[in-house]
């Protein structure tokens, strides 16, 4: 009988390993590690999965309306009034309250403009020719310039003219021409420099008037003119190439320059009642 080595006995279960402290890893066809072990997971590997809902902090509210959020203030209803109070008006859309609409003409929006082009220019020419148009003959009258007949003959004028008061009347006369002329000239105290001037000019327009019986139209032009434009001074002011740029009745006057203007044509005739007095429209010189 033959010896046979020794055999280890087979068995049908493999025998067992104990585990390593490492992930298994398992060699490909080309001997290097095909896959590891477990590895990291993350919410994107399951599309159906659901991040898991964010616990609000303990002990502190959050906001969940707009009032809480204090993006609208609270309105008072109508109707809250206290008495004796009065209700402010509500607004549903918005808390500031709309424009008021723009003034209309006609239906139309009537825009402000405050453009004046060449109207100051104007204005200026204006006074310019009037206001040197008196003070030239206040001071023919005033210091006999420009070949003028000085104060003795402009008294002796007027006495022969049938004025009154002669002194009162000189003075008058070459005060409101020449103070009026260059107060015309500069654009300061313009209404008052131009009823002086329409006074003066109102008295000489109906002592002339008085020369001949009727109404006198050609010996009387150059008066009317120059009333004329005193008064359109007076009505439309000096415009802002003036001393009164500053002054309301500059660029716009309103009723105190229409006042001046009824108050310049009654001093007129209150000076003519005083200082000379009859009908002009009659003849009042012999």
């Known amino acids: 009988m033959t010896d046979k ?5 087979e068995s049908n279960e493999p025998p067992t390993k104990a585990a390593p402290d490492t992930p298994e890893t398992t060699t490909g066809g080309s001997g290097k590690p095909a896959a590891t072990g477990p590895t990291a997971g993350s919410p994107y590997d399951d599309p159906t999965g659901e991040f898991p809902p964010v616990e609000p902090a303990k002990g502190r509210d959050v ?9 609208d203030p609270e309105v008072p209803p109508a109707g809250s009034a206290r008495p004796g109070e009065t209700e402010s008006p509500t607004y549903a859309f918005a808390t500031i309250p709309p424009a008021p609409p723009a003034p209309s003409e006609n239906g139309r929006k009537r825009r402000r403009d405050t453009r004046r082009g060449t109207q100051d ?8 020719i009037l206001g040197l ?9 005033l210091a006999g310039w420009f ?3 000085g104060l003795d003959n402009t008294r002796h004028m007027l006495e022969q003219g049938g004025w009154k008061h002669i002194e009162l009347s000189t003075a008058m006369l070459t005060i409101s021409e020449v103070g009026g002329g260059a107060l015309l000239i500069l654009g300061l105290a313009t209404p008052l420099a131009a009823g002086a001037v329409l006074a ?31 008064a359109v001074v007076i009505l439309t002011g000096p415009g802002r190439l003036s001393f009164d740029r500053n002054r309301g009745w500059s660029t716009r006057p309103a009723w105190g320059s ?5 108050l310049a044509l009654a001093a007129a005739v209150a000076g003519w009642l005083v200082l000379h007095g009859g009908n002009p429209f009659v003849g009042t010189i012999d």
């Open 121 to 128: 220019l104007g204005l200026l020419a204006l006074r310019l």
């Open 258 to 262: 229409f006042v001046v203007l009824i």
């Open 133 to 141: 148009t008196f003070l030239y003959h206040g001071l023919q009258k």
């Open 200 to 230: 003066s000019i109102a008295d000489a327009w109906l002592w002339k008037q008085g020369m001949d019986p009727g109404f006198q139209y050609k010996t009387t032009e150059l008066e009317a003119i120059l009333a004329g434009l005193a």
């Open 5 to 9: 080595p020794n055999e280890t006995p």
């Open 63 to 71: 906001p969940r309306t707009d009032d809480e959020l204090g993006l």
């Open 147 to 149: 070949h003028g007949p």
